[in-house]
């Protein structure tokens, strides 16, 4: 989009051809309103809060002090000028008037900066929301990139300079554990590539219309080949269910939740993939029978935070920070909401909800 800025300081007067749109489509339609108002009631009082209406929404949806504060000066201008008598000429001499206009004046110039304001402050709150989740991504990225790399590293030090002392078996052991942290990493730059395509169209995307059937029987067959010994069973509505999503990043939402059950539910004998309709939302539902999430995880556990080395996780070496985190941009990115728990009769659930019609 084609950006002519007058002044660069803050959001004082920032012009763009969409705000400007805005602003004139916005204010021709009060100007049309106020007209039939006008000819049909043949009153003021009306048409002056229409116009101050009008300003308010100018604010709100365009990203400066300039558009509202210009339509604050063409809305009393158009009131005085328009529909106040005598009609089409600037009189501020009648009983009145100079502190009515006044007032409107001075009302909308507060009402545009008052918004505005708010929305900059909402920004300023997102941004912040926002490093605060590259903060915990950055921080999941070096663990879970790091551990896998030193032993890569270490397998083929121990392979290269002990090659002639080490047995074929061993030698063999030590490549299929390469092999297995390699994999782990390629999965763990497919959630990197999802972050990044995700952050670069500013968390929209594109949604089409898939079978839920389909989008499970994917997401599990691609489990499946990571973990082939993974017992998963699925359950969803009779009838055939459509949800408008991006079925690439669902199914990856899916592996992820499902690849976090096995690595840290303990014995983890069933991984259910449920889904069930509530109102317009559709829930999908990856619980298993493991041993849970500690409780003092819970809370932070969609922003980054991961499993430390413990009894609970034997290995010491998989985190799901990264997988998560993606798991909630991705969720967040399609309009839908994400919650975990820890089942009563045991093991963990992670459960979302996307709008089975679009807003």
């Not at 929301?129 to 030193?150: F, Q, Y």
């Not at 991006?246 to 259910?272: R, T």
């Not at 298993?288 to 935070?305: A, Q, Y």
Request: hydrophobic fraction near 45%.
């Amino acid at each position: 989009m084609k950006r002519h800025s007058i002044q660069t300081k803050g959001t004082l007067i920032k012009i763009t051809w969409r705000d400007s749109m805005i602003t004139v489509a916005i204010l021709a339609a009060a100007t049309l309103c106020c007209f039939l108002i006008h000819r049909g009631e043949q009153t003021d009082g009306h048409i002056s809060l229409l116009f101050v209406l009008a300003v308010l929404l100018i604010s709100r949806f365009t990203n400066s002090y300039f558009y509202g504060i210009l339509s604050s000066v063409i809305a009393v201008v158009e009131v005085n000028y328009i529909f106040t008598y005598p009609y089409f000429r600037l009189n501020f001499t009648l009983s009145g008037y100079p502190l009515t206009f006044l007032v409107m004046f001075s009302v909308s110039i507060v009402v545009s900066m008052l918004t505005t304001q708010i929305k900059q402050q909402e920004k300023i709150r997102m941004e912040i929301e926002k490093e605060k989740m590259r903060g915990n991504l950055l921080r999941a990225v070096s663990h879970d990139i790091r551990t896998p790399l030193t032993s890569i590293v270490g397998a083929v030090s121990a392979i290269v300079e002990n090659h002639d002392k080490l047995s074929e078996e061993k030698v063999l052991s030590l490549l299929e554990d390469v092999k297995e942290e390699a994999q782990w990493l390629v999965r763990v730059v497919e959630n990197l590539l999802l972050v990044t395509r995700i952050d670069a169209n500013g968390a929209r995307i594109t949604k089409e219309p898939e079978m839920v059937e389909e989008i499970l029987g994917e997401a599990v067959a691609k489990f499946k080949k990571r973990f082939p010994g993974a017992p998963v069973r699925t359950e969803m509505p009779e009838e055939v269910l459509f949800v408008p999503m991006d079925a690439m990043l669902i199914e990856q939402v899916l592996c992820n939740m499902m690849e976090n059950a096995v690595l840290h539910g303990g014995v983890v004998s069933e991984i259910l993939l449920q889904v069930t309709v509530s109102g317009d939302l559709a829930v999908f539902c990856v619980a298993d029978n493991g041993v849970g999430i500690p409780g003092e995880l819970l809370p932070g556990i969609m922003e980054g935070c991961f499993y430390k080395e413990s009894e609970k996780n034997a290995d010491g070496k998989r985190n799901m920070g990264i997988g998560l985190s993606v798991c909630k941009s991705i969720i967040n990115a399609h309009g839908g909401n994400v919650k975990v728990y820890n089942r009563k009769e045991g093991g963990a659930a992670f459960e979302f909800s996307l709008p089975i019609k679009e807003g």
